[in-house]
C-alpha cells in the first residue's frame, strides 16, 4: 500500500477504498468513526501507520482497538531488586540507570547497563538495536523497569526490558493502571514500545461513544452472565479503573468471541439441517442386508450399531450428510466405512474411500475386498503409483458407472477422476488431509455426496465444539469384545539389550514386533542413518534364518513398502522395523510388541497411534518406549502420560493442554481457533456456557428475527466475509 501524504485526499480516498475492501467493516445506517484508516488517528501519521499495517496488521481504528494490552502496569507495585529469587519470573523495579557500555566482540555485541535501587544493583541487557536504545538510555535518570529476569553467570539479568523514565506517584493523574501492548523492535524505534501505543489507545478510547460501540449480544444474556456491556469492556481493557474491571472487561470479550464463534457453527449447523440438499439414501436393499446377514465375520459392538443407525438415518432425509466418526484406535471403523458404502450402492450411488496414505489405501481394499469377497459389488483401487493402463480402466468404469467402490489415496480427488453418480464420500484418519483437498470433492457430483470423516486421533471436546462444531458427530466409545489393555512401560537406552530379550521370548511364542524409529523427512540425512543403524543393531539381535525382518520407510519405493508390508502381515517376517509411515490404520491383530524407539521424539496423539496398533488380537500386548536419559519436561510428561493411561480422550485433552490448539494437526488452517483473548483449554467452562447459550437462541429464532436477537443479526452481517468458517463445504 502507497504512502498517505497528508493534504492530498485522492490518493486518501483510494486507500479507504481499498481498506473498505480489506475489512469491510462499514456499518450500514451510520457512520462509523471506527472503521476510520489508523493514519487519521491523532498521533499516528502515515509513517507509523505504514508501520502500524505491516507490523501489527493494523489498518483502521477499530484494528487498534481490539489490539489489547497482555499486561497493565501498576505502579504502586514496585518491587526491590534484593527481592528477586530463583523463583520470580516477572518483575517491576524502579532504580537509577549507571553504566551503560557496549561490550563483546563484532558476534556477541551486547548493551549492558547496571539499574540500582537502595536495596542493590540488576543487570540490564540488550543484543538488538543496540544504538538505538544507548542513545535513548540516559546515566543518572531514574528508570521504571520491567522484564523477565533471567539469569547469567548466576547472576540475574533482565534481558530487553521495558524501560520508561521513572516519576513516582501517579503518572498521568488518571490511572493507576497503564496498558503494555504487544509491539515490534522495528516500532519500538520508531516510538511505538508497547507502552507508547498506549497513548494512541487513549486518544482512541477518549474519542469513542457509546454509540460507536453498539452492543451486540442479546439483553437476557448480558443480565443472566452479569456481563459488561461492549462499550465498557473495550474501554475498559484497555484501561481499567481497577483489577476488578479489568477482569470483567475480559470475561465479557471471551465470552462475546467464543459465543459469535459458537452461534456460526450452530448456524451452519442447523443450516445445513434445514435447507441442504443431499442424495437420499432411504432403501435399506439387497446388498447391506445380506452383507449383515451373511458375511459379516463378527457381530458388531453396541456402538458401531448405533452409529450404522445415525448414518442411515442422516443419509435417508435428503438433505446432504456432513459426519464426523470418531473411535479411537482399533474401535472398528472400516466395518462401520463398508456398510456404508453398501448403503449408498444399494441406492443405486458410487462410493469412495479416502485413506491418507498408499499403504492403508492398500490395506483397506485388501481388507475390503475379501469381506466382499461372495459379493456381487465391484471395487478399485486408485493410488498415486497406479500404473496408466489400469488407471484409465478404472476412470472409465468410474464415469461409466459400473466401478462402485473406489478406494484410494488423495490421487481420487484429482481432476481426472469423475465419478457418474458419487454418493459418499468416506474420509479416513481425517486429520491429513488439508482443507482444499476436502472440498475438492465437492465438485465430484452434482448434489453434493455425503461426507463421513472418520478418525482415531481423539479430539477434546472443547476442541470438537470449535474447530468441527458444524458437523454431525458419532462417536465409537466401545472396543470390540476381547481386548486387553496394552501394557506400556518406559525403558531407558541402556536397558536395550533385556528389551530385545523379552521381544525375543514374544517372538519365540510365536508373535510378532514393530520396531519404530521417528520419521525419515525427506532431507533428514541423519534419522535415516539412524534408522539403518537400528536396523542393523535389530539384524544382530535377530540374525536371519531364524528370523526375518521386515523395514518400511518414506524413501522407499510404494512396491518395496508393499512387498515389506505384505510380508510383515502374512507372518513372513516377525519383525517390522518401520518409521511412522505405519502409524495409523495398519491391522495386523498377531503383533503384540512395540517398541518406540526415540521416544522423547514423538508427539502424545502420534505415540497413541503407533500403540494402537498392537492389542488388536486376542494377547496381552506391549508398548516399550525406548529414551535416552536425559529428557525435558515436555518429554518426560508425554511419556508419563502414555505410561499412565490407554484412553484416547484423556491424552487428547492432555495434548492439547502440552502444545496449545494451534499446533493440533488438522486444525491449523482451519483458523477457527484465532481467538484473540478465549482460550479453549483454559476457558473450557465459558465455552461451554456459550455453546448452551447460542444453542438456545438458535433453538428459538434460527434466523435471529426477533427485537432481541436483531442486534447479534447485524453485528454477525457486518463480519461478513472477515473469516472463513467452513472446513468441508
Ligand atoms: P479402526 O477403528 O482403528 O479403523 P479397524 O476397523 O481396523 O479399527 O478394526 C480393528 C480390528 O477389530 C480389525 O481386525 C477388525 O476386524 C476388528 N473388529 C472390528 N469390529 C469388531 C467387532 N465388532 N468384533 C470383533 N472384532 C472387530
Ligand atoms: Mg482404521
Known sequence: MGKIYAGDSKIKIDNCFQLFLLKNFIIPGYPNILSNPIEYLKGVGPQRADLLKKELGIFTFNDLLLHFPYRHIDKTKISLISDINFQTEYIQVAGVLFNIEVTGDKRSRRLTAQLKD??????????????????????GQPYLVYGKVSYFQSRPQ?????????????????????????????????????????????????????????????????????????????????????????????????FEELFIAQLRMNMLLSNRHRFSKGVVFDKVGGL????????????????????????????????????????DVGSGKTIVALLTMLLAIDNGY?????????????????????????????AGLLTGSAKSAGRKKILKELSEGSLQILIGTHAV??????????????????????????AKLWEKGETPPHVLVMTATPIPRTLAMTAYGDLDYSVIDELPPGRQPVTTVHRLESQRSRVMDFLKAEIDKGRQAYIIFPLIEE?????????????????????????????VHGRQSADQKELNMKRFVEGDTQIMVSTTVIEVG??????????????????????HQLRGRVGRGADKSYCILLSGSKLGNDARERIR??????????????????????????????????????SIVNDRPLLEVARNMAVAVLDNDPDLVSAENLQLKEYLNEQKGNVIWSKIS
Open 288 to 327: 447391506f442386508n445380506t452383507f449383515y446377514k451373511d458375511h459379516l465375520p463378527f457381530a458388531l459392538t453396541g456402538a458401531q450399531k448405533r452409529v450404522i443407525k445415525e448414518i442411515r438415518s442422516d443419509t435417508a432425509k435428503g438433505r446432504q450428510m456432513n459426519r464426523l466418526l470418531q473411535g
Open 413 to 438: 480427488i484429482e481432476e481426472a477422476v469423475q465419478f457418474k453418480n458419487l454418493g459418499i464420500v468416506i474420509i479416513d484418519e481425517q486429520h491429513r488431509f488439508g482443507v482444499a483437498q476436502r
Open 586 to 607: 495398519v491391522n495386523v491383530p498377531n503383533a503384540t510388541v512395540m517398541v518406540i524407539e526415540s521416544a522423547e521424539k514423538f508427539g502424545l496423539s502420534q505415540l
Open 158 to 254: 533482565i534481558i530487553h526490558p521495558e524501560m520508561e523514565i521513572f516519576t513516582s506517584g501517579k503518572q498521568d493523574g488518571k490511572n493507576f493502571l497503564d496498558p503494555v501492548y504487544p509491539t515490534t523492535e522495528k516500532l519500538r524505534s520508531r516510538g511505538l514500545s508497547g507502552r507508547q501505543i498506549g497513548k494512541l489507545t487513549q486518544v482512541l478510547t477518549g474519542m469513542l461513544r457509546e454509540k460507536d460501540i453498539p452492543e451486540n449480544l442479546p439483553g437476557s444474556i448480558i443480565q443472566q452472565l452479569k456481563l459488561a456491556g461492549r462499550y465498557t469492556a473495550l474501554k475498559q481493557i484497555h484501561f481499567p479503573p481497577s483489577m476488578a474491571a479489568y477482569d470483567d472487561a475480559v470475561k465479557r470479550l471471551k
Open 350 to 378: 458410487q462410493a469412495c474411500l479416502m485413506a491418507p496414505t498408499e499403504i492403508l489405501a492398500r490395506q483397506h481394499f485388501a481388507t475390503i475386498g475379501s469381506l466382499l469377497k461372495k459379493m456381487p459389488v465391484t
Open 523 to 551: 532431507s533428514d540425512k541423519l534419522d535415516y542413518e539412524n534408522l539403518m543403524q537400528g536396523y542393523e543393531t535389530v539384524k544382530g539381535y535377530f540374525p536371519e534364518p531364524k528370523y526375518w525382518i521386515s523395514m
Open 641 to 678: 502420560i502414555m505410561t499412565s493411561t490407554g484412553n484416547g480422550f484423556e491424552i487428547a485433552e492432555k495434548d492439547l493442554e502440552l502444545r496449545g490448539p494451534g499446533d493440533i494437526e488438522g486444525t491449523r488452517q482451519s483458523g477457527v481457533l484465532n481467538f484473540r483473548l478465549a
Open 118 to 139: 537502595k536495596s542493590g544493583f540488576l543487570e540490564l541487557t540488550w543484543f538488538q538495536g543496540i544504538a538505538w536504545v544507548q542513545k535513548m538510555l540516559q546515566a
